[in-house]
């Protein structure tokens, strides 16, 4: 019930056992920029993404999402991928995947913090009962499966939330 589907068994004997699964379809979204209609605009400025997400197709939705003049997306498919990249150049907003294989998301945003001061996280999450608020305090936070125009949303209020903070960085 946790997907919001049923299992349906039925076995006879002699013929074996057949399984039914039902799962609710996620809403569709819409691929690619041009596709896209933008509510509230471009993100302002030269702004640098990191993609940490170990899904190929969720890494590409979000590198295409982000992708834009003057913005830089870097793609990471671990934690120690992610902290590379942070320790190389300015990142302005990293969205992490919480809930990856062989990495504890609590680990990897507490080190990103640590390496980048000023750079502002977005948690993202199939599984939010995997962790507490406390693990992800001062960051924001956006369940898969999530809408682009969500995501543009959270991304322009963390840019006037930085612009405020830091006025020359945007």
């Given at each position: 019930?946790?997907?919001?589907?049923?299992?349906e068994a039925s076995s006879t004997k002699?013929?074996?056992?057949?399984?039914?699964?039902?799962?609710?379809?996620?809403?569709?979204?819409?691929?690619?920029?041009?596709?896209?209609?933008?509510?509230?605009?471009?993100?302002?400025?030269?702004?640098?993404?990191?993609?940490?997400?170990?899904?190929?197709?969720?890494?590409?939705?979000?590198?295409?999402?982000?992708?834009?003049?003057?913005?830089?997306?870097?793609?990471?498919?671990?934690?120690?991928?992610?902290?590379?990249?942070?320790?190389?150049?300015?990142?302005?907003?990293?969205?992490?995947?919480?809930?990856?294989?062989?990495?504890?998301?609590?680990?990897?945003?507490?080190?990103?913090?640590?390496?980048?001061?000023?750079?502002?996280?977005?948690?993202?999450?199939?599984?939010?009962?995997?962790?507490?608020?406390?693990?992800?305090?001062?960051?924001?936070?956006?369940?898969?499966?999530?809408?682009?125009?969500?995501?543009?949303?959270?991304?322009?209020?963390?840019?006037?939330?930085?612009?405020?903070?830091?006025?020359?960085?945007?």
């Amino acid at each position: 019930h946790e997907f919001n589907g049923d299992l349906e068994a039925s076995s006879t004997k002699g013929a074996g056992t057949s399984f039914v699964v039902r799962l609710q379809a996620a809403p569709s979204q819409k691929r690619g920029t041009q596709e896209r209609t933008r509510s509230r605009g471009p993100l302002p400025g030269a702004l640098s993404f990191l993609v940490v997400e170990d899904e190929a197709h969720i890494r590409e939705m979000l590198k295409e999402a982000l992708d834009g003049p003057n913005h830089e997306v870097l793609i990471a498919t671990s934690g120690i991928e992610a902290m590379a990249h942070c320790r190389r150049q300015n990142i302005d907003v990293a969205l992490v995947d919480f809930t990856m294989p062989g990495s504890s998301g609590t680990f990897l945003i507490e080190k990103l913090s640590e390496i980048a001061l000023q750079m502002k996280i977005v948690v993202i999450s199939g599984r939010p009962e995997t962790f507490t608020t406390e693990e992800t305090s001062g960051h924001i936070f956006l369940k898969k499966p999530f809408e682009l125009d969500e995501l543009e949303k959270v991304l322009h209020e963390l840019v006037s939330r930085k612009s405020s903070e830091t006025p020359s960085r945007l």
